[in-house]
């Protein structure tokens, strides 16, 4: 596997790639476990050359506090990633990515302010932004997205299209702990007493109760609900367990 820090050392390699060649690519921000590997294994097997992007993207924290503790390390990434048979990792710094200080941005105005968005201000300009950057470097014709973050998935499947980027999104299933937790680098912040509570989020999602009810059993649970909306077939929540914000969704039954 070869590291690649900025975008011309990247397009050099990139010019000498036989265009029949499939590139997929996983956009990540480190921290890497079970549910990122399930991604870069899709791409690995479904293309000819898999790229995985490294980058703590700032401007996608509304947050200062969770962007300083977000538990990521680099040489425990670039094994993981090395092992997975990824051919280039490409970790470029805050100058690579934003020589323009972050002055131009990608803004979609409706569903980016629902949900997630709504508690958030400015997170998906930042996904957005950051991705698009990604995929104007990278070009990739394939690239991989967890359903994890099914609202992210599908403003960026918006995205492609409304500026007609010729690249094929593959959004991909949540990986769960056999607990039914949804796997996150976020949970490694919680103590043993928040990992033993926090698969209650799923389990209580899938329950057969109003919205109402939800939020209630949540609270009692410990959490302290961001929200929980249904919107376009899907249950989608946001809660906090011991400081940490745990996001999950599922597929409306019926
Ligand atoms: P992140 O590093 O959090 O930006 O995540 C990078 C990619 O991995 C995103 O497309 C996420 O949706 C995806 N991802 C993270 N956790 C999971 C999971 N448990 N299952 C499936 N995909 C995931």
Not at 227 to 253: C, Q, S
């Amino acid at each position: 596997m070869k590291i690649i820090h900025t975008p011309e050392e990247w397009k050099k390699i990139r010019s000498g790639i036989a265009s029949d060649k499939k590139i997929g690519f996983v956009p990540t921000m480190g921290g890497l476990h079970n549910g990122h590997l399930s991604l870069v294994q899709k791409c690995h097997k479904e293309n000819d050359i898999s790229v995985v992007s490294v980058y703590l993207n700032p401007t996608q924290f509304n947050d200062k506090n969770d962007l300083l503790t977000y538990p990521a390390n680099f040489e425990d990434d670039s094994a993981l990633l090395e092992k997975a048979g990824v051919d280039y990792l490409f970790a470029p710094d805050y100058s690579a990515m934003y020589p323009d200080g972050y002055t131009y941005k990608v803004i979609e105005t409706d569903f980016s302010q629902k949900l997630c968005g709504a508690k958030r201000p400015g997170h998906f300009d930042g996904v957005l932004t950051i991705v698009m950057k990604l995929f104007n470097i990278i070009r990739p014709q394939n690239a991989y997205f967890g359903e994890k973050d099914f609202q992210q998935y599908v403003l960026l499947d918006g995205m492609v299209k409304a500026f007609f980027m010729d690249i094929h999104l593959v959004p991909c299933p949540i990986v769960r702990e056999e607990n039914g937790l949804a796997i996150s680098s976020r949970n490694r912040k919680l103590s043993e007493k928040g990992l033993a509570a926090a698969p209650k989020l799923h389990e209580i999602l899938e329950n057969e109760s109003s919205l109402e009810q939800k939020k209630n059993e949540l609270e009692s649970s410990g959490f302290t609900v961001d929200y929980i909306t249904e919107h376009n077939g899907r249950l989608y929540a946001a809660a906090f367990l011991e400081g940490v914000r745990l996001i999950d969704n599922i597929p409306l039954k019926g």
